[in-house]
């Protein structure tokens, strides 16, 4: 007999096939009963026919729990009223494995504390599924993205020496007779990439002490990094709009039936093409003034301008051109105004928050130097990064796209933790 996946079972139409998984939930409707069956690509609908299945299998009913391991054999039919529009009527049932307490996770509404402290079951529901799935494709539509836009993988280490995004968010781990710290962002090691290859990126774990317990903060996030050289920040924007509307695209093609899970919105998706609206910070400034925001021109937005900035807007916003004081050390200043900043946050549509933060790079050696001091940044673990400067030196340009962010936009779940298979906050670090 032929083993199949729920996914490929319209291409067994009136086969015999068997089917490996577990039970999801039974129903008895007296001479007939359904098995309600899942096996991690699908939900599928199983029949049993008294006659039709064997004696002993028809008489399972009352035996079966949630969560047990199965093997079913039985025949492919049509039944467009089914999950699936596919449903088995089963011959046999073989169970692999009896669970023998009842299942920590029901049908009913549980606490989101309780969801995640089991985690390692919840994985198993239909929502989580669909998220995860999602997040599948939107690693694999980055991936394609800049694979076929000529950027070379140069993975970032994750024990580094030195700080990128400020000192106030770094975890410090015993690194033999030193401490190291888990990376912030692998841009300074993508510098040296683009400086290598033209254009480089790297896609992997990323670690902030946050003392933040909002929902859009994790411990440890997964973030893209490109980065090019002779690039500016007008073009890294159209980068940035690039590969935002190439995950859509991505996600749109291949998720419908996870978007139907999730019971997303899918024309506010459809919505995201280029161009993507670009103002400046100023502009922003001005936007949340006029909506009577008491807003201190100079600080960062909180989440709650993010929120109303992007209402603004049917697709994600650049905001470019920041006051320097609020930005990092390695970012190039205006020309025409030392104040300012050339970097560029996107702010996703619908009230999702910031997925993107990057600019062009300081690419003077002297000035560079001089902004490490400012920022009381140690010099040392620095020097490598100076010889960059030194030897080489061009224009240059990248940002990181954080991926839980633009899953949690792209899904529509309000709290980022759902958009990662194990979420690490400050108070989880279980399962
Ligand atoms: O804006 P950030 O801090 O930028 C950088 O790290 C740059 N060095 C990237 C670069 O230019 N190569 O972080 C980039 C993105 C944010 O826009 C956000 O999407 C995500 O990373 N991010 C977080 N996601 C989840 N939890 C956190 N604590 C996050 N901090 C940043
Ligand atoms: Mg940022």
Known sequence: MKTVTIKDLGQYEGQDVTVKGWVYNTRNI??????????????????????????????MEQDLNKEDSVILTGTVRKEPRSVG??????????????????????????????????????????????????RHQIVKAI????????????????????AVEGTTTLFEVDYYDRSAFLTQSGQLYQEAGAT????????????????????????????VEPEMAYVELDENMTWAENLVTSIIQ?????????????ERDISKLEAVVPPF???????AATILKEKGIDFKYGSDFGAP??????????????????????????????????????????????GYGEIIGGGQREDNIETLINRIRHHDLPMEPLKWYLDLRKYGSVPHSGFGLGLERT???????????ETIPFPRTMTRLEP
């Open 305 to 350: 301008d993010e929120t109303l900035l992007s209402e603004q807007f049917d697709k994600p916003v650049m905001i470019h051109h920041w006051p320097a004081d609020i930005k990092a050390f390695y970012m190039k200043r205006d020309e025409h105004n030392d104040e300012i900043a050339l970097g560029v946050d996107m702010i996703a549509s619908e």
């Open 277 to 283: 609206p670009r103002i400046t910070y100023d502009e």
């Open 143 to 162: 991936r394609d993205f800049f694979d076929d836009n000529g950027f070379t993988l140069i993975d970032s280490p994750i024990f580094t020496s030195n």
């Open 30 to 59: 007296g001479k007939i009963w359904f098995l309600i069956f899942r096996d991690g690509t699908g939900l599928l609908q199983g029949v049993v026919v008294k006659g039709e299945a064997t004696v002993e299998t028809f008489a």
């Open 250 to 262: 991505r996600v749109l093609e291949y998720c419908q039936s996870e978007l139907k899970t999730l």
């Open 196 to 223: 290598a290859f033209g254009k480089s990126y790297c896609f992997g774990p990323t670690f902030r002490a946050e003392k933040s317990k909002t929902r859009r903060h994790l411990t440890e996030f997964w973030m």
């Open 85 to 134: 529009g596919y449903e088995l009527g089963i011959k046999e049932i073989k169970v692999v494995n009896h669970v023998t307490e009842e299942f920590p996770i029901s049908l009913k509404e549980h606490g989101a504390d309780f969801l995640m402290s089991n985690r390692h079951l919840w994985l198993r529901s239909k929502r989580q599924n669909a998220i995860m799935r999602v």
């Open 407 to 417: 899953v949690a936009w792209i899904c529509g779940t309000k709290h980022i933790r």
